[in-house]
């Protein structure tokens, strides 16, 4: 569902800004022309009075660069107010000066002449050249161009048309408002994606603002805008920078491609594909921004070869995600058909394979600006896709990390993990040891299922004595730790009783001897002497005759809080935390610390 939306989007986009788009060729007359070069000692009123010779069916490219006349068949009478003032619009080209000779019904003959640098004056958004006529009471009947210095890479002369100027102008001022809200769109979302980037840090965002870019330049120089804008720029010039920002979209969108897709898409020979239409798309349109005019129409030629060459790659890019099974493929295509169908007839004109027509310039344009939404779009949704998968990522890793930090018998904490978050807790810490009382009896008597269900309930009572910050784990077979601030310790006695209290199966009775140390817990000298001191505690307990707990030496300064013996007639427990020990022991075993007796 989410696709059908984006391509509505699209098409109701299109059906917006192609009428606008294509308003330069519905308005006024269309004014065919002839072509024949320019030879010495020829004037205008002779090319107009005896205008034999022109060539009117061969393509004008045909005849390369050179100096030309171009002459248009008898003018039709525009529809409208014929008081108004007419203006001959034709397509902006690659010339070093342009004269328009302009034949009236009277036999006058009125002359314009502008030359690249002053064209700024003339151009219009498309990018037109609409040339105001003089006034006059005569109808114009015939108008001849005198192009010199003409590249002549598609023709001299495109896309005439005669037309009423303040219907030029209208038709300006929708485009001027499409292109602004285009250009605007596109920035917003440079800027946009560019604030994101340090949040998100995905390769495939700089990318895309770098490509946002170069659609804006192309945008300014082939609309005509930046002559507007600055009206000094020579309208040769224009077009070479018109190359420069069209070859770094070509470039930028052969990196975005190989960015958006996953890896695998360009795993093979497409990755090495990618680095050779680089190079083909580089190579022409370096050569063609530095050496133009120079060789223009064979670096020109060599210019939509490299074009032709990047829709192949794009296209078998498709073909390659659509057979990798990629999650963004329809994104992509959804952002990128409609530029790349627009952009084989450019390529075909170019080609001279298709008659040129008005809306094949406009297109390229408004296409990309429409790519740049559809593009932000899929950006959009493949950042979706990554943080979804890094979501699911973190989830599984928190996964894994926590079945690789559990004992999966008991659910509780594994050694490792417990070592892990016990060295460099801050303040005095006390190391509780427990180690069920004959446990290999209880195995033998109950089984090792049944062994197994009593270390369940063990590990339950000990997690259930828990209190804000304690840690427990199993560390061994039947010998489990648990670990507190020393001041918050459980009451050692009431601990016993606790584990002694709990249900077994078949009403087993279950003991356990403890072995508690307190002492620093910050490094891992600190951990051994600790744990060295509750383990002989242990050892303790249990020569002592089990079912009781004895305490470790301490290290100087860490003395262990200290608790009374324990009360045989106690109940079981409730599942909340032990009160604090702060009582004396009255038992001593051996030399090695402080026993308190729970009974036998």
């Known amino acids: 569902m989410g696709r059908i939306r984006i391509l509505a989007l699209v098409l109701a986009l299109l059906t917006v800004i192609w009428p606008m788009a294509s308003a330069h060729a519905q308005i006024g007359e269309a004014v065919a022309t002839c072509i024949r070069p320019i030879q010495p000692g020829q004037t205008a009123p002779a090319m107009l009075a005896q205008p034999q010779g022109f060539d009117c069916r061969d393509d004008q490219s045909a005849y390369g660069a050179g100096d030309f006349w171009v002459l248009s068949q008898p003018l039709r009478p525009v529809a409208g107010d014929p008081r108004e003032r007419l203006s001959i619009a034709f397509a902006s080209t690659w010339q070093d000066a342009t004269t328009l000779h302009i034949l009236y019904s009277d036999g006058q003959i009125r002359r314009i002449a502008f030359t690249s640098a002053t064209t700024s004056r003339y151009l219009l958004l498309g990018p037109v050249i609409a040339v105001p006529l003089p006034r006059t009471t005569a109808r114009p009947v015939r108008i001849l161009w005198e192009a010199r210095g003409a590249a002549n890479m598609r023709g001299v002369v495109r896309g005439a048309r005669l037309e009423h100027h303040g219907d030029a102008l209208a038709v300006e001022a929708q485009l001027s408002l499409l292109y602004g809200i285009l250009m605007g769109m596109v920035v917003a979302l440079a800027l946009y ?30 609309s005509g805008l930046i002559g507007q804008w600055l009206p000094w720029l020579d309208n040769n010039e224009r077009h070479r920078w018109n190359a420069i920002m069209l070859g770094g979209v070509a470039l930028t969108i052969v990196i975005f491609a190989r960015f958006f897709f996953e890896r695998a898409v360009f795993r093979g020979w497409l990755d090495r594909a990618a680095v050779l239409v680089f190079v083909l798309i580089a190579v022409p349109n370096l050569a063609f921004a530095l050496l133009a005019p120079l060789w223009i129409r064979t670096l020109d030629a060599m210019v939509v070869a490299g074009f032709a060459i990047l829709l192949a790659f794009l296209i078998a890019v498709l073909v390659q995600a659509w057979r990798r099974r990629s999650n963004f493929l329809w994104a992509f295509a959804i952002g990128w058909s409609i530029p790349i169908v627009l952009a084989m007839f450019r390529v075909l004109n170019a080609a001279h394979l298709i008659a040129w027509r008005p809306w094949i310039d406009q297109s390229t344009v408004l296409s990309m600006g429409a790519e740049a939404l559809c593009a932000s779009l899929g950006v959009a949704y493949r950042i979706y896709l990554l943080s979804r998968e890094r979501d699911v990522a973190r989830a599984d890793e928190r996964v894994a990390r926590r079945l690789a930090d559990t004992d999966p018998l008991t659910g509780l904490f594994n050694r490792r993990a417990f070592l892990d978050q016990a060295i460099g807790r801050s303040g005095p810490q006390t190391l509780i040891l427990a180690d069920i009382d004959h446990f290999k009896r209880i195995n033998d008597t109950l089984g090792h299922d049944g062994g197994d269900e009593v270390l369940r309930i ?12 304690m840690l427990v784990a199993r560390i061994g077979g039947e010998e489990f730790a648990l670990l507190a601030d020393a001041a918050r310790a459980p009451h050692a006695e009431l601990l016993l009783a606790r584990l002694r209290g709990a249900t077994y199966p078949t009403g087993a009775k279950v003991t356990a001897s403890l072995g508690l140390c307190t002492g620093p817990m910050e490094s891992e000298e600190d951990w051994r002497h600790v744990y060295r001191e509750a383990d002989q505690a242990l050892f303790a307990a249990k020569n002592g005759g089990r079912d009781r707990a004895c305490w470790g030496v301490s290290p100087p300064g860490a003395q262990p809080p200290s608790g009374n013996a ?21 038992h001593r075993v051996g030399e090695k610390g402080i026993c308190a007796s729970g009974g036998s």
């Open 193 to 222: 994606n560019l604030v994101l980037w340090p949040a998100l840090r995905q390769p495939l965002q700089p990318v895309y603002c770098l490509l946002l870019f170069f659609i804006t330049g192309y945008a300014l120089c082939s």
């Open 458 to 469: 063990f590990a339950k009572a000990l997690a259930d004595s828990l209190g804000p910050d």
């Open 566 to 586: 324990v009360d045989r007639s106690a109940a079981p427990l409730p599942s909340a935390p032990l009160p604090i020990d702060r009582t004396r022991p009255r």
